[in-house]
């Protein structure tokens, strides 16, 4: 949606972050200025936690009780075609109607493993990354790198042509967003699968309720603080974008996120 006025365009994202706190049930703080940026290490307590997988690397050749690393952030942005043909990037606090076709894209502000499902009110979830024909099939990410995000039925080999067709159903949907410091075994990290049980999801490209409610639960006690305006210099630029930062130091393995779809009939 293009909107005519800079009122209209802070009312917008306002709108947007209020949506994004009633529906997860986070508590996060609306962020004037930021505190931290987008890539200034921080002092973080490494939590070991179950169904994680710690993979060794260079400085850290197993997991340290306290890390420097910039705290979790992961921004996400809506992008547009419209009926008439018309692309651009759109406020996830905007109206979209049937006939409008949607993008989801994300960044996360550094190296990590990234999750993303759609999921209707009280239903299962379809997978949308990993997907084979984005990143070679892997979930492992690099920082500053965006992923834009095609259905995962779309036919189209490319996944630039593919886009999430809004239509009437009044049903609520979202998107739910992972971002983990380690890889998540019961979650898919590859389009070929990593377990019989998650090899089974990916076939049918279906994650039970149960699974992303558990996810949804645990994000409940995070402090996550919501920017409507880039954290740091070095943060991607984008108009509509929301960035998300973890800021519980003693308590920085994820971000989980529930991103509302706001439809209009």
């Not at 990916?202 to 992303?212: H, N, Q």
């Not at 800021?247 to 209009?264: F, Q, W």
Request: proline share 8%.
């Amino acid at each position: 949606m293009k909107f005519r006025s800079t009122n209209s365009r802070r009312a917008a994202t306002l709108l947007s972050l209020l949506l994004l706190l009633v529906v997860t049930g986070l508590r996060p703080a609306l962020a004037q200025e930021s505190s931290t940026t987008w890539d200034k290490p921080q002092q973080v307590q490494r939590q070991v936690k179950p169904k994680r997988v710690y993979r060794p690397h260079k400085k850290y050749r197993v997991r340290p009780k306290v890390e420097l690393a910039p705290l979790l952030t992961v921004q996400y942005r809506v992008l547009i075609k419209r009926p008439d043909g018309t692309e651009g990037e759109s406020s996830v606090a905007s109206v979209f109607h049937p006939g409008d076709q949607l993008r989801l894209g994300v960044t996360a502000n550094q190296d990590g493993f990234l999750y993303i499902v759609y999921q209707k009110e009280g239903q299962d979830g379809v997978i949308q990354f990993p997907d084979s024909r984005v990143n070679h099939g892997e979930n492992q990410v690099g920082r500053n790198q965006e992923f834009v995000l095609p259905p995962i039925n779309c036919p189209a080999p490319d996944p630039s042509e593919c886009w999430y067709r809004v239509n009437s159903d009044p049903q609520k949907e979202y998107f739910i967003i992972v971002f983990s410091r380690d890889q998540i075994l019961d979650l898919p990290n590859s389009a070929g699968g990593s377990s019989d049980e998650v090899r089974q999801a990916l076939s049918s490209g279906v994650l039970k309720k149960e699974v992303i409610d558990s996810y949804l639960k645990s994000a409940r006690v995070q402090d996550y603080k919501i920017y409507s305006r880039p954290p740091s210099a070095n943060s991607p630029a984008s108009r509509y974008a929301i960035w998300v930062t973890n800021t519980n130091r003693s308590d920085n393995e994820e971000i989980i996120l529930r991103v509302p779809l706001n439809k209009g009939m």
